[in-house]
């Protein structure tokens, strides 16, 4: 299990527990419904798309940050290790990570796996159409981003996943929050538009609006991938990304979209993206994400 589990140490008894002393490596049959991490050390799709560089950092950074967080009551959870992508593999890696994530789903597992950049979510998918959890199950799929990721281009990065993932299967239904309208060509809109993907802008994420909006996305499907592309945040809350937001969707409502999906017993995978270690100030980006990652983690109803 990666070093990056590591923090300060008040007591082992139940009240002095934090995230780093509940972490054991994984072991197929562990608990059941117990969440699982899997990093994604990744950063081609990236370059790829000529952003910048330095995701492939991500994964041990969110495990250092989540670390030390307390635990309110205890907690039985699992490290499964990393899947690294080297030179320029991608593809290679989008189909380790989907093999590992469909053997933890059979085994009834709740993994998230820890990006690297949004490429993580072609590989993510791979893994949930591939579990045998899902076989006859509508997958839908809600991104927290600043972007589509629909774009056209013939080689896959991490602007691609949800067109690969939507030309391949046409029963998944995708849906966006947060989407910057300068940040998107019209060509990803009528994209969007053709493949009936479902979005909200990032200047019209009131909360009502939200919730109404996961809750009508939530009733049409049977099973939820949640991918987090930490961009969809502000940028003086995510300094660590990509390409940082100008106007981005505040915490408290992607908080709230986290709970809303956490508690529905449909979220079956959660994966969060581009976080950049080497641009972030103090932490921040990292702190944030861990903080969502705890909160989801920690209220999780299971799927059935």
């Known amino acids: 299990m990666t070093s990056a589990w590591t923090g300060r140490v008040d007591g082992t008894t139940p009240e002095h527990l934090r995230w780093h002393q509940a972490i054991a490596p994984y072991e197929p049959g562990n608990d059941a419904g117990a969440c699982v991490f899997v990093g994604f050390a990744c950063e081609e799709g990236v370059r790829r798309n000529k952003g910048r560089l330095g995701a492939a950092q991500g994964p041990d950074a969110l495990r250092r940050a989540l670390s030390p967080m307390a635990l309110a009551t205890p907690l039985r959870a699992f490290d ?4 690294a992508v080297t030179d320029d593999r991608l593809e290679d890696g989008q189909r380790r990570l989907g093999e590992t ?13 820890l990006g690297g950049g949004h490429e993580i979510a072609y590989g993510t998918y791979l893994g949930l159409a591939g579990s045998h959890r899902t076989k006859g199950r509508t997958i839908g799929i809600l991104n927290l981003d600043a972007h589509f990721d629909l774009r056209p281009d013939p080689i896959p990065s991490s602007g691609t996943p ?3 993932i939507l030309e391949s299967d046409d029963t998944v239904r995708y849906a966006v929050i947060g989407i910057s309208q300068p ?3 019209k060509i990803l809109f009528d994209t969007a538009d053709r493949f009936g993907v479902r979005y909200l802008l990032d200047d019209e994420c009131e909360p009502a609006r939200v919730t109404d909006f996961v809750d009508d ?13 930490l961009d969809v945040l502000p940028a003086s809350v995510a300094p660590g990304v990509s390409a940082p937001a100008a106007y981005g969707v505040p915490l408290s409502t992607i908080q709230t979209v986290c709970d809303r999906v956490t508690s529905s017993g449909k979220l079956a995978i959660v994966d969060v993206a581009e976080l950049n270690p080497s641009l972030d100030i103090d932490n921040r980006t990292a ?5 969502l990652i705890h909160r989801i983690v920690t209220r999780h109803v299971p799927i059935g």
């Open 183 to 185: 940040s998107n060509t």
């Open 217 to 229: 996305f939530l009733a049409g499907i049977d099973v939820l991938y949640l991918t987090i592309d």
């Open 162 to 164: 949800f067109r690969q």
């Open 80 to 83: 499964a290790g990393t899947v």
């Open 287 to 291: 702190r944030t994400a861990a903080r």
């Open 101 to 113: 994530v469909s053997a933890l789903l059979d085994d009834s597992a709740f993994p998230v796996v």
